[in-house]
T-cell receptor, first 114, second 111 residues
Framework: DAGVTQSPTHLIKTRGQQVTLRCSPI?????VSWYQQVLGQGPQFIFQ???????GRGNFPDRFSARQFPNYSSELNVNALLLGDSALYLC?????????????FGDGTRLSIL | LAKTTQPISMDSYEGQEVNITCSHN???????ITWYQQFPSQGPRFIIQ???TKVTNEVASLFIPADRKSSTLSLPRVSLSDTAVYYC????????????FGKGTKLSVKP
């Protein structure tokens, strides 16, 4: 079975631009979460979506937004990019919101801001 | 959300058993304990999850004492390919979306 897939794998943008990252969850998984991982740190939670509704938001500015589609895939949008947005953006999926169903991660999108 | 404390780094040699202990004093009744492994430039990979006592799968064992305030990930007979960062997480029951990752434990396996 296919795991969580993310696209693109790498992306280079300049300050002030906008970017859209995409995620396809494992088949049958209805929950998608987004994380930002800066070099040397653990992933930081950005958003969680379940059944197309936002179910959680981390401590990130309004420049970050996301949505989930009827097929449970998801997009993360970041506007007005800053140098500090350079990071590995990870998507994770799980069947539901329940604690005994662990999240499974994709390999991320490496975003570099010049 | 319960926070976790684990060693920043550990060293081991090939063929040894490695035990990584994680402290989570404020774990809630309905929280599960989950461990992930991460290699550079890859996403975290699920290793094992448990609620109490002992859980074993094909790659690791997880030991959880009765008070659940700590847990120990046991990796039998490690190899060079087990060199990675290992994260211990405690998930909020009912919603795991906002997992809190610490810095993890960087395990270095030497020949």
């Amino acid at each position: 079975d296919a795991g969580v897939t993310q696209s693109p794998t790498h992306l280079i943008k300049t300050r002030g631009q906008q970017v859209t990252l995409r995620c396809s969850p494992i088949s049958g998984h209805k929950s998608v979460s987004w994380y930002q991982q800066v070099l040397g740190q653990g992933p930081q939670f950005i958003f969680q979506y379940y059944e197309k509704e936002e179910r959680g938001r981390g401590n990130f500015p309004d420049r970050f937004s996301a949505r989930q589609f009827p097929n449970y895939s998801s997009e993360l949008n970041v506007n007005a990019l800053l140098l500090g947005d350079s990071a590995l953006y990870l998507c994770a999926s799980s069947p539901s919101l329940w604690g005994n169903q662990p999240q499974h991660f994709g390999d991320g999108t490496r975003l570099s801001i010049l | 959300l319960a926070k976790t404390t684990q060693p920043i780094s550990m060293d081991s040699y090939e063929g040894q058993e490695v035990n990584i202990t994680c402290s989570h004093n404020n774990i809630a009744t309905n929280d599960y304990i989950t461990w992930y492994q991460q290699f550079p430039s890859q996403g975290p990979r699920f290793i094992i999850q448990g609620y109490k006592t002992k859980v074993t799968n094909e790659v690791a064992s997880l030991f959880i004492p009765a008070d659940r305030k700590s847990s120990t990930l046991s990796l039998p007979r490690v190899s060079l390919s087990d060199t990675a960062v290992y994260y211990c997480l405690v998930g909020a029951g009912g919603s795991q979306g906002n997992l809190i990752f610490g810095k993890g434990t960087k395990l270095s396996v030497k020949p």
